[in-house]
Every structure is written in C-alpha cells, then in structure tokens.
T-cell receptor, first 113, second 115 residues
Framework: NAGVTQTPKFQVLKTGQSMTLQCAQD?????MYWYRQDPGMGLRLIYY???????DKGEVPNGYNVSRLNKREFSLRLESAAPSQTSVYFC????????????FGPGTRLTVT | KQEVTQIPAALSVPEGENLVLNCSFT??????LQWFRQDPGKGLTSLLL?????REQTSGRLNASLDKSSGRSTLYIAASQPGDSATYLC??????????????FGSGTQLTVLP
C-alpha cells in the first residue's frame, strides 16, 4: 500500500496563476482532508470530504476549491494564487473503522512569488 | 471552539533521558486523541491513537495517557535517542465532528535529543 500520495512535491507559482494539487489514497477511506501548515500557525483545515460526493469548508477555505473525484482522489485548486498561499499543503485521510486514525501524505511545498 | 495547547514549544534533552510531552485541550467531549511525529520537511506519522474510553496506549518506548476530565494528555518517551528528534503534535477529534471526523491540532513540541 502506498498510503496517501500527493503531487507535486514542490511548486513555484507567480501571483495570479492557477494550479491543482492532487491527492490519492489506497486505503479505502471515506473521509479526506486538505490542511495547510505555516510557521507559528500550526495545521489548519482548508476543506474536507466526509464521503465521496460531499465536500465542506474547514477553517481557512478562502481562495481554494476542492473536488472529490472518486473515493480515492481529492484535489485542491488554487484559482488565482496569492503570496499569502505560500505554505506546505498536506492531504490526509481517515480510516472508516478501528477508531478513525488519520493518515497523512508527504506534503506539497508551494511558493507564490 | 476547541483549542489544543502543547507545552513546551521546544525541548532539548541528553540521550537516554525519559521525557514527557504535554497536550491540553479545552473541550472534553472528545472522541479520541492522536499523537503524531513530524520530521523536518516531511509529513505527519501517526504514533498513537487513544480513544476517549481509554486511559493509555503503548507502542514500544512510547506511552500516551489521556485524562479527559482534566483535558490533558501526555506522551512519555522512555530512554530517548537522537533518532527521536522531531516535532511531536497532538490532535483531538470532537464527538461533535460527526461523520467528518476532523482533527484539531496543537502547535507541537520540537524535541532535540543530544548524543
């Protein structure tokens, strides 16, 4: 099992450009999440998908959109990147049994200039 | 709103010491609590998951305890090694999170174990 995978690992964008961060999990998890991690701010939830076909806003959704393409894949889109979106982005998924343990991908380091 | 606090923010110990990392949370209506490890430039690795009905969980040299009534959890690391150097984060899942099951994270404790 690969667990949770994310692409790309690194990305540099200019202000105003758009991009999509990809995430996939092979653990048959129902719930998937996008977080951003910034120094001094900890991990903050951007969007989540409790199950295939549903998405909901988290703590910091402005400037982002998401798509739950199928049970495995959950993508995060930046339509018009801003320097404030420079961050490390993590995708995660939660087990549907055994206590709902959450598993994380390796992250995408995004810089917006 | 659930707040999760981890103290200290940074800790440096000599190799071989036993140590305790602290996590406190404001809303005791939790479903469970999860401890993670994060190495520099990497993702989060789950260490221990402790359910609200449990008092502690153990994995190797790690032991996590939970006191829901006082809103506290501790992560005990026995016989620390330089390879334990990392940031340790705790996260809680509220009962009210429902099917979404999202976590609220603390800011972490950065641990350095000196050889």
């Amino acid at each position: 099992n690969a667990g949770v995978t994310q692409t790309p690992k690194f990305q540099v964008l200019k202000t105003g450009q758009s991009m999509t961060l990809q995430c996939a999990q092979d653990m048959n998890h129902n719930s998937m999440y996008w977080y951003r991690q910034d120094p001094g701010m900890g991990l903050r939830l951007i969007y989540y998908s409790a199950s295939e076909g549903t998405t909901d806003k988290g703590e910091v959704p402005n400037g982002y959109n998401v798509s739950r393409l199928n049970k495995r894949e959950f993508s995060l889109r930046l339509e018009s990147a801003a320097p404030s979106q420079t961050s490390v982005y993590f995708c995660a998924s939660t087990a549907t049994s055994g206590g709902y343990e959450q598993y994380f991908g390796p992250g995408t380091r995004l810089t917006v200039t | 709103k659930q707040e999760v606090t981890q103290i200290p923010a940074a800790l440096s110990v000599p190799e071989g010491e036993n140590l305790v990392l602290n996590c406190s949370f404001t809303d005791s209506a939790i479903y469970n609590l999860q401890w993670f490890r994060q190495d520099p430039g990497k993702g989060l690795t789950s260490l221990l998951l402790i359910q609200s009905s449990q008092r502690e969980q153990t994995s190797g040299r790690l032991n996590a305890s939970l006191d829901k009534s006082s809103g506290r959890s501790t992560l005990y690391i026995a016989a620390s090694q330089p390879g334990d150097s990392a940031t340790y984060l705790c996260a809680v899942r509220l009962i009210s999170s429902g099917s979404a099951r999202q976590l609220t994270f603390g800011s972490g404790t950065q641990l350095t174990v000196l050889p």
